[in-house]
């Protein structure tokens, strides 16, 4: 596998390692057009499994994808930010990332899990993004991704791969049968998360099997000051975090970046 280390760089966040599922049909679209593919793990995914398990699961799913493990980050192992507690960390990776990606100015596309109210980290993660002073003059080349939230779903029940219609138009990518179907293999690729995977497989299976599309959408600040949707977070629901404790881990990065030169007035507001 020929990595041009030169070469414009598409940046992959996320919050814990397999979440990278959301993605795979994007990664892939990036090595095509020639892109060296930089994937950053923000959390040490600790919760459910042995963080190093965790990582060997991701890095064995990502090189199949065709990335370069020397381009795989596990960040959040690095800064000590347990899976669940981004919202206690949230200067500190801010901080970080600003750097890393001032520092990588080869950068032409950043991807990040949706604002949707599935799990705190996955929110955290796409605040502290739209909010760096590295990426606000250059959010249009930002994209998020669903994963799962529980808006009009009840209980423990969830949405897959569904973007919500507030965060505007969808950008669909049409995913031929055969990819399709690796890619549902791929993720059968974590047995350390099996757990998880018990409630998300089928769910994953019939998105793939009655859309199989890839969803992007464009990102947007503005959406920081009042929940993803309506009624109860998933997250909420599943006591992992309340609303409140989270909006005020986001007010913390605002008012870090608050007298960063040339910040946009909007960025700060509440």
């Known amino acids: 596998m020929h990595i041009d280390r030169g070469a414009p760089i598409a940046l992959f966040l996320f919050p814990h390692q397999d979440d990278e599922f959301g993605v795979f049909f994007q990664i892939e679209k990036e090595r095509k057009l020639g892109r060296r593919i930089c994937c950053v793990y923000v959390t040490d995914g600790s919760t459910t499994a042995d963080p190093m398990c965790r990582n060997a699961e991701s890095k064995a799913v990502l090189q199949q994808l065709g990335v370069d493990p020397a381009d795989i980050w596990f960040t959040g192992q690095q800064l000590q930010i347990a899976d669940g507690a981004l919202h206690a960390h949230v200067e500190r990776l801010a901080e970080w990332m600003d750097e890393f990606i001032n520092s990588h100015p080869e950068i032409v596309s950043c991807y990040v899990p949706a604002w949707e109210g599935g799990h705190p980290d996955h929110d955290l993660l796409y605040a502290i993004t739209v909010l760096l002073p590295a990426l606000r003059d250059r959010l249009d080349m930002v994209r998020q991704f669903a994963l ?5 779903c009840f209980g423990p ?8 219609p507030v965060n505007g138009p969808v950008e669909r990518q049409a995913v031929g049968w055969r990819t399709r179907m690796r890619y549902v293999r791929l993720c059968l690729a974590y047995p350390s998360q099996w757990r ?4 998300l497989f089928p769910f994953v299976c ?3 099997l009655y859309d199989g ?5 464009r990102v947007d600040s503005s959406v920081l000051s009042t929940p993803p949707h309506s009624g ?3 997250y909420e629901r599943r006591a992992f975090l309340d609303w409140p404790t989270l909006s005020d881990a986001v007010k913390r990065v605002k008012r870090r970046f608050t007298d960063v030169p040339g910040a946009s007035p909007n960025i700060c507001s509440e």
């Open 148 to 152: 799962y939230h529980g808006q009009e």
């Open 157 to 164: 029940f969830f949405r897959v791969l569904s973007p919500i």
């Open 196 to 199: 998880s995977w018990v409630g």
């Open 206 to 208: 019939l998105r793939y």
């Open 213 to 217: 599309a890839q969803q992007l959408q």
């Open 232 to 234: 109860s977070l998933y």
